[in-house]
């Protein structure tokens, strides 16, 4: 289970920061009525701040039913009107009053998802229990109506102090060796978003060796670069042709294969229906089949064959699926990553232990080192001191006297 479920905030009092608008929203829940006041609520701010988890804890804790969809559920008003509608005039099966969360509504499109926006607004004016609707970017032209509609609460991005004591309360509950200043470099290059910062954490954390600050720096720094790949896979999904999805594609400099990785680990996120995955799985084992065939054969030039599979594969997903879709740092990338900082700080200390004893890089990590930490685990044992010696032989010095009398 990747760390980002398992440590999953269950209760009211793990949700990290925002307190004051999780209080305001809690309290128009408890006191919502289809009679007074608005009947949908707005939770808008960055990825990451604890949205999503606000509204589940919160349902729970007043005993709503609640019922979930993201932007890619209700695109249409069909999906809406038949499925949604009705359990928001109605009940559950034990009595309780529903709770309907549209998470990722900025996910609509005006041109794309026809009749969605509408019909979340009349969702909204025809319903019996609450409407919570959640948005990173709630001042899109689609949701304008909608936000008129709707009481907002905005949660900030978190503070970095407030991210590091959650990782730092993880990493302890893992038993890792982590330096202090490192998991404050995690949280600084998190940039207020807890999830990314658990996730480079599970990445980067080792339980064999101490996790260093220069080790973060090292694997972080292409967290700029890591968005702009994001970027270029939502602009080829939604590309008028494979040309100029291909060439979103090439602008993130990363080989081919790499490429395979990140659409791989994001299989889950881009599908849009059942035909759209089948196209979008076959695409990237092609892809790979030829990225496997290229590094092994050394053929180049099939570099801009994979890169008109992944194409296909991905304007496929952005024809049948949601205009915007949550994209995140696959794991297989963020291991890779972090595997490397680690060869690359061995290697430095190889270099530094050998230039010291005029050795060969080589020998230094395959003898020297592995007998430097035998060395610093190896159990001491306790020397007795001079004194003691020195009264022990005192005293088999009187008993040797005492015989010879």
Avoid at 180 to 203: C, N, Q, V
Avoid at 237 to 251: D, G, I, P, Y
Avoid at 286 to 297: C, N
Avoid at 374 to 400: E, G, L, M
Wanted: aromatic fraction near 6%; proline fraction near 3%; include cysteine.
């Amino acid at each position: 289970m990747r760390w980002t479920e398992q440590f999953k905030p269950d209760d009211w009092s793990q949700i990290v920061g925002n307190e004051e608008s999780r209080e305001q929203f809690i309290q128009w829940l408890d006191k919502w009525s289809p009679e007074r006041g608005k009947r949908a609520a707005l939770l808008y701010g960055p990825p990451g701040t604890g949205k999503t988890i606000t509204v589940e804890i919160a349902a729970r804790k007043l005993g709503y039913n609640l019922i979930e969809l993201n932007a890619s559920d209700v695109r249409t008003k069909d999906v809406l009107m038949n499925e949604i509608y009705p359990a928001s005039r109605s009940f559950s099966l034990y009595g309780q009053r529903n709770l309907i969360l549209l998470d990722e509504i900025d996910g609509l499109h005006q041109r794309q998802d026809i009749g969605g926006a509408a019909a979340v607004l009349k969702l909204i004016e025809g319903t019996n229990s609450p409407v919570v609707l959640t948005a990173n970017d709630p001042w899109k032209p689609s949701l304008h109506e909608i936000r008129l509609k709707s009481q907002t609460f905005e949660l900030k991005r978190l503070r970095r102090d407030s991210v590091a004591k959650r990782l730092r309360a993880i990493a302890k509950s893992q038993a890792l060796t982590v330096n202090d200043s490192a998991l404050d470099r995690i949280a600084e290059k998190s940039h207020g978003d807890m999830r990314s910062a658990i996730s480079d954490l599970e990445a980067l954390a080792s339980r064999g060796s101490v996790l260093e600050e220069e080790t973060v720096s090292q694997i972080l720094q292409d967290r700029i670069h890591e968005e702009s790949i994001f970027e270029a896979i939502r602009g080829a999904m939604h590309s008028r042709n494979v040309q100029e999805a291909r060439n979103h594609l090439s602008n993130t400099g990363l080989m081919a294969d790499d490429l395979v990785d990140w659409v791989y680990g994001n299989l889950e996120n881009l599908d849009g229906d059942i035909d759209t995955l089948n196209v979008l799985a076959g695409a990237v084992a092609d892809s790979d089949y030829l990225s496997a065939l290229m590094r092994k054969e050394r053929i180049w030039a099939f570099i801009p064959y994979i890169l008109d599979i992944l194409s296909v594969g991905l304007m496929a997903c952005g024809r049948n699926g949601p205009s915007w879709v949550r994209l995140q740092m696959p794991s297989k990338v963020s291991q890779r990553w972090a595997h490397i900082a680690r060869e690359k700080q061995r290697a430095a200390e190889a270099k530094e232990i050998g230039d010291q004893l005029h050795e060969r890089r080589a020998i230094v990590r395959s003898q020297i080192i592995p007998l430097l930490n035998r060395i610093q685990v190896a159990p001491t044992v306790p020397r007795r001191s001079s004194t003691r010696i020195s009264r022990t032989k005192r005293a088999r010095s009187t008993k040797s006297k005492a015989r010879g009398r």
